[in-house]
């Protein structure tokens, strides 16, 4: 009994009847073929990665760089799939749109007819921009003639577009617009094919509502037309040094389409070394001339930049200047904090350089003083001892001017 128990396990491996074995058999060497291709390619296709294998069509082939996709049986891919290869080294086409399934008599894997995408066409839904690549083909006006039931003795451009099908794409239709090429283009038939839309489209004015910046087709409406900015500034802007760098009304304006924008977000860089940036803030260090470059974000999404000319000068009275430490004054046993002394003159934070000493106060061996950069420094409780105090000295590299900082060891 234990030899027929076998003899039936061993028989019926790969199906029941000799039509299930074979086709288990057919998809057995598939995988085993897929897996050794030289051309094996891994794909990406709607969000899942899927092994596949690309072999040329046959030389008759009429559809110019279109190929064909074999993957296994049970992968979860159909016409109209967006393939995007992976790691293809500049060899092949990253791109495609499956735009047909080839029947098999011994469905032992799927074969596909891709073609190469080859534009990434943008359109805009309820405010929303959507990107689908498609694949583009100019036709002649016969070929249009024959499409859309009417011959054409005028000179318009005609184009072909192949889209995948789904609920983004399916509300493109007759009447909408798209930017190919830097030109504007029509739909005026519309196709609806498995898997994949095709569009024949007619080339159209430019209006103020396209975007040929964004390379979108009425993306601008009259409710929220397109902006035009103008920008008025000081000719010359001049600060006390010491203090930072902010524009008032008066010194620099922005308008979109003639309306004055109340309190625009402006974003204040400079390259000259009159100023120095301190915790997010443009400080004036030094006296003299420079410039600075004011960014400001449109709602087009594009970054308009104006440089203004600057001068800082000697204030006439300088109302205060003092020295923190920035940190945990308490270092605990066996623990390492870092702190930072800083220079602040009439409340703002001056880009200063330090020489920075430990004073133990009789502490010897109690603590290390590591030194990270000129404001910056470390200092670690090595023996844990508790109720003392070490000083630390800062010394200003620029006045000369002495603070002490105590710092107190805890347990």
Same mark, same amino acid.
């Given at each position: 009994?234990?030899?027929?128990?076998?003899?039936?396990?061993?028989?019926?491996?790969?199906?029941?009847?000799?039509?299930?074995?074979?086709?288990?058999?057919?998809?057995?060497?598939?995988?085993?073929?897929?897996?050794?291709?030289?051309?094996?390619?891994?794909?990406?296709?709607?969000?899942?990665?899927?092994?596949?294998?690309?072999?040329?069509?046959?030389?008759?082939?009429?559809?110019?760089?279109?190929?064909?996709?074999?993957?296994?049986?049970?992968?979860?891919?159909?016409?109209?799939?967006?393939?995007?290869?992976?790691?293809?080294?500049?060899?092949?086409?990253?791109?495609?749109?499956?735009?047909?399934?080839?029947?098999?008599?011994?469905?032992?894997?799927?074969?596909?007819?891709? @073609?190469?995408?080859?534009?990434?066409?943008?359109?805009?839904?309820?405010?929303?921009?959507?990107?689908?690549?498609?694949?583009?083909?100019?036709?002649?006006?016969?070929?249009?003639?024959?499409?859309?039931?009417?011959?054409?003795?005028?000179?318009?451009?005609?184009?072909?577009?192949?889209?995948?099908?789904?609920?983004?794409?399916?509300?493109?239709?007759?009447?909408?617009?798209?930017?190919?090429?830097?030109?504007?283009?029509?739909?005026?038939?519309?196709?609806?094919?498995?898997?994949?839309?095709?569009?024949?489209?007619?080339?159209?004015?430019?209006?103020?509502?396209?975007?040929?910046?964004?390379?979108?087709?009425?993306?601008?409406?009259?409710?929220?037309?397109?902006?035009?900015?103008?920008?008025?500034?000081?000719?010359?802007?001049?600060?006390?040094?010491?203090?930072?760098?902010?524009?008032?009304?008066?010194?620099?304006? @922005?308008?979109?389409?003639?309306?004055?924008?109340?309190?625009?977000?402006?974003?204040?860089?400079?390259?000259?070394?009159?100023?120095?940036?301190?915790?997010?803030?443009?400080?004036?260090?030094?006296?003299?001339?420079?410039?600075?470059?004011?960014?400001?974000?449109?709602?087009?999404?594009?970054?308009?930049?104006?440089?203004?000319?600057?001068?800082?000068?000697?204030?006439?009275?300088?109302?205060?200047?003092?020295?923190?430490?920035?940190?945990?004054?308490?270092?605990?046993?066996?623990?390492?904090?870092?702190?930072?002394?800083?220079?602040?003159?009439?409340?703002?934070?001056?880009?200063?350089?330090?020489?920075?000493?430990?004073?133990?106060?009789?502490?010897?061996?109690?603590?290390?003083?590591?030194?990270?950069?000129?404001?910056?420094?470390?200092?670690?409780?090595?023996?844990?001892?508790?109720?003392?105090?070490?000083?630390?000295?800062?010394?200003?590299?620029?006045?000369?001017?002495?603070?002490?900082?105590?710092?107190?060891?805890?347990?």
């Amino acid at each position: 009994m234990e030899y027929i128990d076998r003899f039936k396990r061993r028989s019926t491996l790969h199906g029941t009847t000799n039509k299930e074995r074979y086709l288990n058999q057919t998809k057995d060497n598939f995988n085993k073929y897929l897996s050794q291709a030289p051309n094996k390619y891994s794909a990406q296709v709607r969000n899942n990665l899927i092994d596949l294998t690309i072999i040329d069509m046959s030389e008759i082939n009429k559809d110019g760089d279109a190929k064909y996709f074999l993957t296994k049986i049970n992968e979860d891919i159909i016409v109209g799939d967006i393939v995007v290869l992976q790691d293809t080294d500049g060899n092949m086409p990253i791109t495609w749109l499956l735009t047909d399934k080839e029947g098999l008599s011994v469905p032992s894997h799927k074969k596909f007819k891709a @073609v190469p995408t080859n534009y990434l066409l943008k359109y805009i839904n309820n405010d929303i921009i959507y990107e689908s690549p498609i694949i583009k083909t100019y036709q002649t006006l016969y070929g249009i003639g024959l499409e859309t039931d009417k011959y054409l003795t005028t000179g318009n451009a005609k184009l072909s577009v192949l889209i995948s099908d789904n609920e983004n794409t399916r509300k493109l239709t007759r009447g909408s617009r798209f930017i190919i090429d830097n030109k504007v283009w029509k739909v005026t038939n519309d196709e609806l094919h498995d898997g994949y839309l095709k569009f024949t489209c007619e080339e159209d004015e430019q209006s103020e509502y396209d975007d040929m910046d964004l390379k979108v087709a009425d993306y601008w409406s009259e409710a929220n037309p397109k902006p035009i900015y103008t920008f008025t500034h000081s000719p010359l802007l001049i600060f006390d040094k010491f203090t930072e760098v902010k524009l008032g009304s008066s010194d620099f304006e @922005v308008r979109d389409n003639g309306v004055l924008i109340a309190n625009p977000q402006l974003i204040i860089t400079s390259t000259s070394p009159i100023f120095v940036l301190s915790y997010g803030k443009l400080l004036c260090n030094a006296t003299g001339t420079g410039t600075i470059n004011i960014k400001f974000t449109g709602r087009d999404g594009i970054d308009y930049i104006n440089t203004i000319p600057v001068q800082v000068i000697q204030p006439t009275v300088v109302t205060s200047t003092t020295y923190e430490l920035l940190g945990d004054i308490n270092v605990k046993r066996y623990c390492t904090n870092d702190y930072e002394v800083v220079r602040k003159i009439n409340g703002y934070v001056d880009n200063c350089a330090f020489t920075i000493t430990l004073d133990k106060n009789g502490n010897e061996g109690k603590c290390e003083l590591n030194i990270l950069d000129t404001r910056r420094f470390e200092i670690r409780n090595i023996s844990g001892y508790s109720g003392e105090t070490i000083i630390v000295k800062c010394v200003d590299n620029e006045s000369g001017r002495i603070s002490n900082f105590n710092i107190n060891l805890i347990k």
